[in-house]
Structure formats: C-alpha cells, structure tokens
C-alpha cells in the first residue's frame, strides 16, 4: 500500500520535472503513443524508464506526448532516441529518421489483431464478416494515427463495404485513444467502435468491462503492431554497441510487473521489413504519401 | 421596425443561421447525458484539490507562458503599430492574427518540439498581430490639436511622446491587461496539445472522468482571473515580466537542424519534393481542396452563422442579469458570476467537456462558443445598461427591457457581435481539433498524418477565410455606422 | 385619484439640504404651476411629489427619457406599456396594431407633428423631442399631470398649443416652468419656490407678472 503510493507520487512527480529538469547530452529519453488513459502510461513508462536506466547505466527518461504524431515528431527531431510506437507511428517515424531500426516487438506484436465491439441497444450479434447490418450506425476510431484503433479497421470496412467508412456510417469519430473507445461504445456514445484486442482483454480480465453494454462482434485477421524503435544516430551520442544493449535490455524484460502494464508477455527482436505489410495499407489508404 | 436597417440585419443573419440549422449536425449522442453533466456538476461542487500534485505547477506555468507571450506580443504589436498605415505591414498583422494560437502551437511543434519557446511565440505571434491593429486603433483617437500647438521643429519622438503616449495611455493599459487575461486563457488550452500548462491536467483528467480533479482545476483557474487585479499591480509587474521566463519550465533542447528542414522540406508540398512537377502539384491541390479544404470551409461557415446567432441571443438574455435595472444585489451578484465563469472559460475548454458529455456534434461546439462569447457580449452590454439613466416613470420588468433597454444598447450590441464574428469563426476552425468536422479537423488530421504540406495549406486556408470574414463584419459596421472599443 | 396631499417633503443632495420639509396641496381640478430660480429645486419637488404619487401621474421630465433607437411611434406608445399585457407589448414593438398607430397619429396631429410617427426619435430636432415626450404623457391617459419645464424648447405659438392642450387634457396638473406669462395664462395656482421653500402660493387671477418677478 504505502510502496503503491509511493510510486504513485513519483510517476507524478517524474511527469512534472520532465518538463524542468534539464536534459543533458548523456541522457536518453523516450516517449510512447498515447494509446491508454494517461496515468496507466505514466506509471509504465516510469517503470521501463528505471529498469533501463539500471541495465544502461544512462539517465532514461520518459516524456509523456498529446497525440501519436507528437511521438512520431519527437523521435524525428531528435528530442527523443527510443519510442514505443504502433506499427503505423513506427512506420512513419522511421521513414522520417534515415538509419532509425525496429529492435524489439511484444509476443503478441507478431501476429496483433483488432475488434470491432458494438453496444447492446444495437443488437448486432457475433458476425464472420463485417455486413450490411452495420450501415448507417454511428462508428468511432481510436486516434487518427492508431494502426490497431484505425488503420487496419479502416482497411477492412473499406474492403468489405468498398467505401470510404464516412459512408458506410452515419457518423465517424475519432475517440483519442482505446480507453475511450471502449468507454464511448459501453456508454452508447457510439454504436460501433474499433479497438486493439490487447487493451480489450486487459480491460476485462481486470474487471472493467461491463458485458452487458458491449461485445464484440468482429475481429481483424492479424498484422504485426507495437514495436520499440531506436534513432540510427544513438550509437554515435551514447557510444558503440549501444543500440544492441537497449536491444538486449529490452529483450531480457522479465519483470512480470512491468511486462503485464503493457500487457506483454515478453518482447523478442524484430526488424523493419516486418512493417512492410503496414506501409502498404497506410499508402491505399492515404496516410502514407 | 423592418425600415430599421439593425433590425433587418439581424433578421437576414438570423434567416442565414436557420438556413444553416437544416445543414448542421446537431445531436447529442451521448446515452446518458445529463447524468454525465451532474456528474461533472458533482466534481465541480465537490473539488479535489490534493489529488494532483501537478495542478499547482501547471497554474504557475499558465501564468507565466501567459505573462511572456503577452509582454513579447505587446512589444512587438507597439513597434507595429508605429508604422500600421504600411499596407504591407497591415496585410502582415491581419494574416498572424487570423492564425490561432493553438495553430501556431501545433507548427512550432514540429520543429522546436517541447521547448518553452513553442508556448510563447504560439501567443507572441497572433497577439502581436492583434496589439498592432488595435494600438493603433486607439493611438488614432488622441486629440490631434495639442500635437498641432507644439513648437515647430519638436521632434517626432517628443511629439508622440507629450501628445498621442499621455492621451491614450489609460486606453492602452486597460487592453494591454484585458489582453493579459485572454493570454491565461490562452497559455491554459495550450496545454491541450502537449505544453505543460492546465490544459494538460485538464485533458487527463477528464478523459479519465476524474471529475472532481478537473473541477478542482477549473475553479483554481476562475480564482487566478477572477483576482487579477489583486494580483497584477502596475508596481509589480516589471517583477512578473522578468520573473516569468524562469518559470517555462526548461522542456527539450531545440534542435536547429529541424527549422531549416521544416522550411525546406515539410511544408514544400510532396508533389513539388518528389519531383512530380506541375501536373502533379495540380492534382495534389485539387485532391486537398475537394477531399478537405471545402468540406472543412462550409462546416466552419455553417457552424460559425449558427454561433453567431446563439451568441447574440445568449448575450441578449444574460445582460439582464447584470443590469443595475433589474433585480437587487443578491441577483445581481449571481449574475456577475456566471458571467465571469462562462467567459473565463475558454471556447476550446467548454467544448471539450460538452463534447465528452454529449458525444461528438456540432451542438456543444455552438453551445460552448454562445456561451463564451454571449458572457462576454452580456457583460459588456450589462455594464453599459447600468450608465443609462431611465426617467423616473420608465416601465418595469418585461416592457422595460424591450422598450427602453434593448433598443438603447442594440446598435453597440450589433457592434460587439460583429467585431466577435471574425474571433467566432477563429474558434470554430479550431474546434475541429475536438472532432467536429471544421477545418481544423482537416488541420489536425494532416498533421496526425505527418502531412505538414496539407496542414499549412489548410492553415493558410483558414487565415484568408478568418481575413475574409474580418473584412466583410467592418464592411457591415462600417454601414451601420457601428461603433465598437475593440475587446478580447 | 387626482389631487394629492403631501407633507413633510424633503430632499437632500450630498448633505446639503435642497428641499423642504415642506408641504403641498393639491386639488382636483387645480393647475399648479411651479416657478422660482433655476436651482430653485422646482425639479427636485416635481420628483419628489412623482415619487409619492407613483405611476397614478404622467411626467414629462426635463431630460425627456426618450428612447433614440425606437420611432416616435413607440416612444408615445411607452406611456401605456403597462395597460397591456408582455405579449401586447412585443407584438407591437415588431408590428404595431392600427388602433394604436391612429391613436398616436391623432395625438401627435393636436401636437402639429403627425409626420413624423415613424420616424427615429433620434433624427428629431429638440423641440420636436420635447413634443414627443410630452404626447407620451398625453398617451397615458391619467388625471394628473407632472411636468418638468415642458415647453421649454418651443417657440412661442407652438409653446401655446401646447400648454393649451396639456390643460384641456388633463384635470390636474403640476407644471415646472420659468416663463412667467405662460404660467399666469394656464395656470391657475401659482407656487413659488426660493431655496427650497415655498415663498408664494396664491391663485394666478390674483397675481401679476410683477409680483413674481422678485423670486427671480
């Protein structure tokens, strides 16, 4: 209880002088889309940030950003080395920074999928592809730059309706994150809403979901998502070899604790040609230039 | 009455925004409501004052992102104001301030990332475009006969000096601090997009429904503007001007690189940087135009006829409450709170809490902005009710307020309204940001898209509609023959 | 009610008593002019007696309390606001009924100004503004007038139209003025005011343009 407490204070505390504590050349910082509601990532990342710090022997800090674009420019312009983005950020951030690498994904990053959940008043049932039952609904993404919240959801419906997803709904939002998204559908803000499985499962198992208002009736085939990413120019400012070690730190997580935040169930290596199916769908869609 | 040419106005605006209505979408989609506004009612009743310990910092923050970026603007907006008559320099002004601050906040991002500096110059610049304009303005005013007396030969500096400084100078302080206090409001929304002033608790906090934290945060807020003249003292505040910048907080280095890649690369558009030539750079303006610019123009119109309108009709309703003729103290101090709470609230804030209440429409986007903006016309008008003396007989109640009061205030009300349609549309562009289709969903989407040549062509767009939509409200006072002290 | 009886009346101005205590009388029937110095508070009493008579009275105040923004029409309307209901009352600020408008055009027409109903007030020269008061005084139909210099704009023969149908018009009547001649022609109680105190009350067949000169 007071150990609880106690970090609580700190992952506050840490958010604060994030913005007043001054930033040397030696200190590596890192940042994360804002996939979750903001305290559930400022108490993981704080975590992550002490465990590599240990295993580096570098000052790590994390900076907590407004929007999945806010990442993607941080790690381009070199505010921060190390990012935790989805496929799509990931995709967009390395083709912004020559050099940068994909090092290291969850397990379940491999083969990642999303669901389409619906509120009860709807009654729509289980489905094996997305039908014409869903037409006229009202329909809510995660954020816009999401790949499980947006991405590959708009890919699909785009597949299966062959229409862009403003007319095949009555309404499209964008929630900002998977939290919302489940939080909107459950209060029947929205019909429809698109979210990854993995901040789903984590929200029931916890007990958070209330069955009755919202299930699932549809789920992507799977693509590969989360992955951490690393500038090309970090072995230059913190030394030769240090890509590998943040690599291998990142790889030997074995903290259950920090593990389940994510929730992962272990991260293994990765490279950037695993994005290549992302990078596609991001160009039919138009994200990607 | 339809021989006026106010009241016929009025109606062809009134006729537009129910024009508008049929195109708007209005809705509140939200299952639960009013459950949701109690509860946020609840939080706001039952303040949580301990439960972040960043709330104190971000006030402190606030005041200090507000205090540069107003002190730097005002500088900036005199030294403009000098040479105003420059049409070029006028074009420059208007153009600077059509652009919001949240606007210039989301480019300065994109190159000087979280540093101190993308806060203030995201209100430097927009404010130095509005104190130039409105400087000038009053400079314009002084008396010109005790300039014309002095010795001939006085210098121009000792002529500006003893004649137009003195003669305008009670003016000029009362908006330079009447601006300080939309400076808070604005360094507080900042927060939205990552800075770390209230917006950022803010944001947090009522996306996870921690009402009573938000609530907490609100009321410090109101607290900090409501005492402003407690606290900002002439005497103090060259302390709070040299003070500040050591209260930004010290954010991540700049890196210069990323200026000149920004100026050189991002913002050229893609057909131009990929070597597509001119064909291509014509599909590409035709594809943000059709697929964005336009959809996000007639939004940003309809929902700016149908605001301007709400306001008005909020504005006519809320004076009463201040008015000295009606209603005894207790009322009426009632009336000046709420006053001050709807328009100490900014535009961008309200909306965001209606929209997490009611679901995504345009409906809290056009009831936030008719507060706000209504509040602060109400106000306006209120005060100047109370200066109107009535002759003893005068009606009471309902026929007071329409025979002697309404028609009375109308033309200074007309005034106020159409000097706020340009700062209305403003708001509305950014509100899309929230999630309503204007143009700053089309905005934000670019930028989400890291598509910065889409963002500033769209951000362009929006400032020459902003212009637009300035020109053609003096065009309309100027025919009325409205007259207007300029306000926030 | 029409006449009144009033005592005890006073007022003071940051300390400095202007008025009173006094008493007045007035009878149905009675026209009672008020003259005496400006500064006399000739003004002060016709206030002080509206206040006691409340809303029974019609006053024309020296600063005429016009609304610029509104036509004549509505102006003179205003004096029977609260005969009507709120509804009545806005109706007619957007469209006004035909028995009011030939109402007002009769009243402005014994006023010589029928021309000018719709036109705004604002647009008015000074005495036409003072004429439009008084027909809004006129409009509300009560027995007693209360009056604050009312011609004092006019030109001689439409000051006399006028004076000659305020006192056609109404029973009783409390009239402010300083020219002495009209007062003695359509008055018919002179009161005279010096430093807050009535100096002179006396029917007007008893008196001459000299015997008031001295309050002067």
């Given at each position: 209880?007071?150990?609880?407490?106690?970090?609580?204070?700190?992952a506050a505390s840490g958010l604060l002088f994030a913005f007043s504590a001054a930033v040397s050349a030696q200190t590596l910082v890192f940042?994360?889309?804002?996939?979750?509601?903001?305290?559930?990532?400022?108490?993981?990342?704080?975590?992550?940030?002490?465990?590599?710090?240990?295993?580096?022997?570098?000052?790590?800090?994390?900076?907590?950003?407004?929007?999945?674009?806010?990442?993607?420019?941080?790690?381009?312009?070199?505010?921060?080395?190390?990012?935790?983005?989805?496929?799509?950020?990931?995709?967009?951030?390395?083709?912004?920074?020559?050099?940068?690498?994909?090092?290291?994904?969850?397990?379940?990053?491999?083969?990642?999928?999303?669901?389409?959940?619906?509120?009860?008043?709807?009654?729509?049932?289980?489905?094996?592809?997305?039908?014409?039952?869903?037409?006229?609904?009202?329909?809510?993404?995660?954020?816009?730059?999401?790949?499980?919240?947006?991405?590959?959801?708009?890919?699909?419906?785009?597949?299966?309706?062959?229409?862009?997803?403003?007319?095949?709904?009555?309404?499209?939002?964008?929630?900002?994150?998977?939290?919302?998204?489940?939080?909107?559908?459950?209060?029947?803000?929205?019909?429809?809403?698109?979210?990854?499985?993995?901040?789903?499962?984590?929200?029931?198992?916890?007990?958070?979901?209330?069955?009755?208002?919202?299930?699932?009736?549809?789920?992507?085939?799977?693509?590969?998502?989360?992955?951490?990413?690393?500038?090309?120019?970090?072995?230059?400012?913190?030394?030769?070899?240090?890509?590998?070690?943040?690599?291998?730190?990142?790889?030997?997580?074995?903290?259950?604790?920090?593990?389940?935040?994510?929730?992962?169930?272990?991260?293994?290596?990765?490279?950037?040609?695993?994005?290549?199916?992302?990078?596609?769908?991001?160009?039919?869609?138009?994200?990607?230039? | 009455?339809?021989?006026?040419?106010?009241?016929?106005?009025?109606?062809?605006?009134?006729?537009?925004?129910?024009?508008?209505?049929?195109?708007?979408?209005?809705?509140?989609?939200?299952?639960?409501?009013?459950?949701?506004?109690?509860?946020?009612?609840?939080?706001?009743?039952?303040?949580?004052?301990?439960?972040?310990?960043?709330?104190?910092?971000?006030?402190?923050?606030?005041?200090?992102?507000?205090?540069?970026?107003?002190?730097?603007?005002?500088?900036?907006?005199?030294?403009?104001?000098?040479?105003?008559?420059?049409?070029?320099?006028?074009?420059?002004?208007?153009?600077?301030?059509?652009?919001?601050?949240?606007?210039?906040?989301?480019?300065?991002?994109?190159?000087?990332?979280?540093?101190?500096?993308?806060?203030?110059?995201?209100?430097?610049?927009?404010?130095?475009?509005?104190?130039?304009?409105?400087?000038?303005?009053?400079?314009?005013?002084?008396?010109?006969?005790?300039?014309?007396?002095?010795?001939?030969?006085?210098?121009?500096?000792?002529?500006?000096?003893?004649?137009?400084?003195?003669?305008?100078?009670?003016?000029?302080?009362?908006?330079?601090?009447?601006?300080?206090?939309?400076?808070?409001?604005?360094?507080?929304?900042?927060?939205?997009?990552?800075?770390?002033?209230?917006?950022?608790?803010?944001?947090?906090?009522?996306?996870?429904?921690?009402?009573?934290?938000?609530?907490?945060?609100?009321?410090?807020?109101?607290?900090?503007?409501?005492?402003?003249?407690?606290?900002?003292?002439?005497?103090?505040?060259?302390?709070?001007?040299?003070?500040?910048?050591?209260?930004?907080?010290?954010?991540?280095?700049?890196?210069?690189?990323?200026?000149?890649?920004?100026?050189?690369?991002?913002?050229?558009?893609?057909?131009?940087?990929?070597?597509?030539?001119?064909?291509?750079?014509?599909?590409?303006?035709?594809?943000?135009?059709?697929?964005?610019?336009?959809?996000?123009?007639?939004?940003?119109?309809?929902?700016?006829?149908?605001?301007?309108?709400?306001?008005?009709?909020?504005?006519?309703?809320?004076?009463?409450?201040?008015?000295?003729?009606?209603?005894?103290?207790?009322?009426?101090?009632?009336?000046?709170?709420?006053?001050?709470?709807?328009?100490?609230?900014?535009?961008?804030?309200?909306?965001?809490?209606?929209?997490?209440?009611?679901?995504?429409?345009?409906?809290?986007?056009?009831?936030?902005?008719?507060?706000?903006?209504?509040?602060?016309?109400?106000?306006?008008?209120?005060?100047?009710?109370?200066?109107?003396?009535?002759?003893?007989?005068?009606?009471?109640?309902?026929?007071?307020?329409?025979?002697?009061?309404?028609?009375?205030?109308?033309?200074?009300?007309?005034?106020?309204?159409?000097?706020?349609?340009?700062?209305?549309?403003?708001?509305?562009?950014?509100?899309?940001?929230?999630?309503?289709?204007?143009?700053?969903?089309?905005?934000?989407?670019?930028?989400?898209?890291?598509?910065?040549?889409?963002?500033?062509?769209?951000?362009?767009?929006?400032?020459?509609?902003?212009?637009?939509?300035?020109?053609?409200?003096?065009?309309?006072?100027?025919?009325?023959?409205?007259?207007?002290?300029?306000?926030? | 009610?029409?006449?009144?009886?009033?005592?005890?009346?006073?007022?003071?101005?940051?300390?400095?008593?202007?008025?009173?205590?006094?008493?007045?009388?007035?009878?149905?029937?009675?026209?009672?002019?008020?003259?005496?110095?400006?500064?006399?508070?000739?003004?002060?009493?016709?206030?002080?007696?509206?206040?006691?008579?409340?809303?029974?009275?019609?006053?024309?105040?020296?600063?005429?309390?016009?609304?610029?923004?509104?036509?004549?029409?509505?102006?003179?309307?205003?004096?029977?606001?609260?005969?009507?209901?709120?509804?009545?009352?806005?109706?007619?600020?957007?469209?006004?009924?035909?028995?009011?408008?030939?109402?007002?055009?009769?009243?402005?027409?014994?006023?010589?100004?029928?021309?000018?109903?719709?036109?705004?007030?604002?647009?008015?020269?000074?005495?036409?503004?003072?004429?439009?008061?008084?027909?809004?005084?006129?409009?509300?139909?009560?027995?007693?007038?209360?009056?604050?210099?009312?011609?004092?704009?006019?030109?001689?023969?439409?000051?006399?139209?006028?004076?000659?149908?305020?006192?056609?018009?109404?029973?009783?009547?409390?009239?402010?003025?300083?020219?002495?001649?009209?007062?003695?022609?359509?008055?018919?109680?002179?009161?005279?005011?010096?430093?807050?105190?009535?100096?002179?009350?006396?029917?007007?067949?008893?008196?001459?343009?000299?015997?008031?000169?001295?309050?002067?």
């Amino acid at each position: 209880m007071a150990l609880n407490l106690i970090r609580k204070f700190a992952a506050a505390s840490g958010l604060l002088f994030a913005f007043s504590a001054a930033v040397s050349a030696q200190t590596l910082v890192f940042t994360a889309i804002p996939d979750e509601d903001e305290t559930k990532l400022v108490e993981r990342f704080r975590g992550i940030a002490d465990y590599l710090s240990e295993n580096l022997e570098v000052d790590v800090r994390y900076i907590p950003v407004k929007s999945y674009a806010a990442a993607v420019s941080a790690f381009r312009n070199n505010q921060v080395q190390l990012a935790w983005f989805g496929g799509l950020s990931g995709v967009q951030a390395r083709s912004l920074v020559p050099g940068s690498q994909a090092i290291a994904q969850g397990v379940e990053d491999k083969a990642f999928y999303s669901h389409i959940i619906a509120h009860e008043s709807t009654g729509l049932n289980e489905m094996d592809e997305l039908s014409d039952e869903l037409r006229g609904k009202t329909f809510t993404f995660g954020s816009k730059g999401s790949t499980s919240g947006r991405l590959i959801p708009e890919y699909y419906i785009r597949e299966a309706f062959s229409e862009a997803p403003e007319d095949v709904f009555s309404r499209v939002g964008f929630s900002g994150n998977h939290t919302r998204t489940l939080r909107l559908v459950e209060a029947g803000t929205y019909d429809v809403g698109a979210i990854n499985f993995s901040v789903w499962d984590k929200e029931t198992k916890a007990g958070n979901v209330d069955q009755d208002a919202v299930k699932v009736i549809w789920t992507t085939p799977s693509y590969p998502n989360y992955q951490w990413s690393i500038r090309g120019d970090a072995d230059e400012r913190f030394g030769e070899g240090f890509t590998d070690r943040v690599q291998k730190a990142l790889l030997n997580m074995k903290d259950k604790e920090l593990l389940n935040s994510f929730p992962r169930s272990g991260f293994i290596p990765v490279s950037n040609d695993a994005y290549k199916p992302i990078e596609v769908v991001g160009k039919q869609i138009g994200i990607i230039d | 009455m339809f021989s006026s040419p106010t009241v016929r106005v009025s109606f062809l605006f009134l006729g537009i925004a129910l024009v508008a209505l049929l195109f708007a979408d209005i809705a509140i989609t939200a299952a639960n409501p009013w459950k949701d506004l109690g509860r946020f009612f609840l939080g706001v009743v039952t303040p949580d004052f301990f439960s972040s310990e960043g709330v104190a910092v971000a006030l402190l923050r606030t005041v200090a992102f507000a205090f540069v970026g107003v002190a730097l603007g005002s500088l900036c907006g005199f030294a403009l104001s000098l040479v105003y008559r420059n049409p070029i320099v006028r074009t420059f002004c208007a153009f600077i301030r059509a652009i919001h601050e949240l606007f210039w906040a989301l480019i300065f991002l994109q190159f000087f990332g979280f540093h101190p500096l993308t806060g203030v110059l995201a209100i430097a610049i927009p404010y130095s475009g509005i104190f130039a304009k409105v400087y000038s303005e009053i400079l314009e005013e002084a008396d010109p006969v005790p300039g014309r007396l002095l010795p001939p030969g006085t210098s121009t500096i000792s002529r500006f000096l003893y004649t137009r400084i003195p003669d305008c100078w009670v003016q000029l302080r009362t908006y330079t601090a009447y601006r300080l206090e939309c400076g808070l409001r604005s360094s507080a929304i900042l927060g939205f997009v990552g800075l770390p002033t209230l917006g950022f608790f803010l944001e947090s906090a009522f996306s996870q429904g921690h009402y009573s934290e938000a609530g907490a945060m609100l009321i410090l807020f109101y607290v900090v503007i409501a005492t402003m003249p407690l606290w900002v003292r002439p005497r103090l505040l060259p302390i709070y001007v040299l003070g500040a910048p050591f209260f930004l907080g010290e954010g991540l280095p700049i890196v210069w690189g990323n200026v000149e890649r920004f100026f050189t690369q991002d913002i050229v558009p893609s057909p131009i940087r990929n070597g597509e030539g001119f064909s291509g750079l014509l599909t590409w303006l035709n594809d943000v135009m059709v697929t964005e610019a336009l959809p996000g123009i007639w939004n940003t119109l309809v929902l700016t006829q149908i605001a301007l309108v709400a306001t008005g009709i909020i504005a006519l309703l809320a004076f009463p409450l201040i008015s000295a003729h009606f209603g005894g103290p207790v009322r009426r101090t009632g009336g000046h709170i709420f006053l001050v709470v709807v328009r100490s609230t900014p535009e961008y804030i309200l909306a965001y809490i209606l929209l997490q209440l009611w679901g995504p429409s345009m409906l809290p986007a056009v009831i936030a902005l008719a507060l706000h903006n209504g509040g602060i016309i109400g106000h306006l008008i209120g005060r100047q009710t109370s200066a109107i003396r009535l002759r003893p007989d005068a009606p009471i109640g309902f026929n007071r307020y329409t025979y002697e009061l309404v028609p009375r205030v109308y033309r200074s009300f007309l005034a106020f309204l159409f000097y706020r349609w340009e700062i209305i549309m403003r708001e509305t562009a950014i509100l899309g940001i929230l999630g309503i289709y204007t143009l700053g969903f089309y905005v934000d989407s670019a930028i989400q898209n890291i598509q910065f040549d889409r963002a500033m062509i769209l951000i362009v767009i929006t400032a020459l509609l902003n212009i637009g939509i300035d020109v053609l409200g003096r065009f309309i006072r100027r025919k009325l023959a409205l007259q207007t002290m300029p306000t926030c | 009610m029409s006449g009144f009886d009033l005592t005890g009346l006073t007022a003071s101005f940051g300390g400095e008593r202007v008025i009173g205590p006094l008493s007045l009388s007035v009878k149905k029937g009675e026209k009672v002019a008020l003259v005496g110095r400006s500064g006399a508070g000739k003004s002060t009493l016709i206030s002080l007696i509206h206040q006691q008579v409340g809303r029974a009275s019609s006053l024309v105040p020296q600063d005429l309390g016009l609304v610029n923004a509104l036509p004549v029409f509505h102006n003179v309307f205003m004096g029977q606001l609260d005969a009507h209901s709120a509804w009545y009352n806005t109706l007619t600020l957007i469209r006004p009924f035909a028995k009011d408008s030939n109402a007002v055009r009769g009243l402005l027409k014994d006023l010589s100004m029928p021309e000018k109903i719709w036109m705004p007030t604002a647009s008015l020269s000074g005495g036409q503004r003072q004429r439009v008061a008084i027909a809004r005084a006129l409009f509300r139909h009560s027995n007693l007038l209360l009056a604050d210099e009312p011609v004092s704009a006019l030109d001689g023969p439409m000051a006399h139209l006028v004076m000659k149908t305020l006192s056609g018009r109404f029973d009783t009547s409390v009239i402010a003025m300083h020219d002495v001649e009209l007062a003695l022609k359509y008055c018919t109680r002179i009161v005279g005011i010096q430093d807050g105190q009535i100096a002179l009350d006396e029917a007007s067949e008893r008196l001459t343009p000299a015997d008031i000169s001295p309050l002067y």
